[in-house]
């Protein structure tokens, strides 16, 4: 049975976005309000695969090293994973905005392999805090749920929590 996914950004989405867009320190990790709860609840009551995309402007340059990235993840996914949320991949991409390159959202070039048929893409969803997460959507054929206190109207979910992401799903479920 093909599965749909749920493409899930993580700066804003899942992690609150930082005041210089950089999760690079423990110290600067907040989750949003019930993210783990309803992700949780996703997880293990419904049939979507989890699947990490995200941007990390310059990943592995002077401006933003390796070493500052990368323990960071490691303890956001470590904790997801002991709440019982675990990825089926991660997708990381590490271009500026202004090199265009076709790996970095909106682009489509890391997520190419899940459009050979073998998932359920039209009910699939991307979940992000940005327009470039709802264009993602648009360009992988699926559904967008923009979390954000102002409404994307292309989205066809936006909501301001992590519960209204839940009871959307969950609706769609009932159908």
């Not at 390796?66 to 997708?91: C, M």
Request: proline share 5%.
């Amino acid at each position: 049975m093909r599965r749909p996914i749920l493409f899930i950004d993580r700066d804003g989405t899942i992690c609150a976005e930082t005041d210089d867009e950089k999760v690079d320190r423990i110290d600067k990790l907040n989750f949003l309000p019930e993210a783990i709860h309803y992700l949780r609840k996703i997880r293990e009551e419904m049939n979507y695969l989890f699947v990490m995309v995200t941007n990390q402007d310059g990943l592995g340059t002077k401006d933003f090293p390796n070493e500052d990235f990368w323990p960071v993840q490691e303890f956001i996914i470590r904790l997801l994973k002991s709440e019982g949320i675990t990825f089926d991949a991660i997708h990381i991409d590490e271009h500026w905005p202004q090199d265009n390159h076709p790996n970095r959202k909106p682009g489509i070039g890391m997520l190419k392999g899940y459009l050979t048929g073998e998932h359920d893409i039209r009910n699939s969803h991307v979940i992000g805090d940005r327009i470039t997460d709802v264009q993602l959507a648009r360009n992988l054929g699926c559904k967008a749920i923009h979390i954000f206190p102002a409404p994307i109207t292309d989205a066809e979910c936006t909501t301001e929590s992590w519960k209204g992401i839940y009871e959307y799903l969950k609706r769609l479920e009932g159908r």
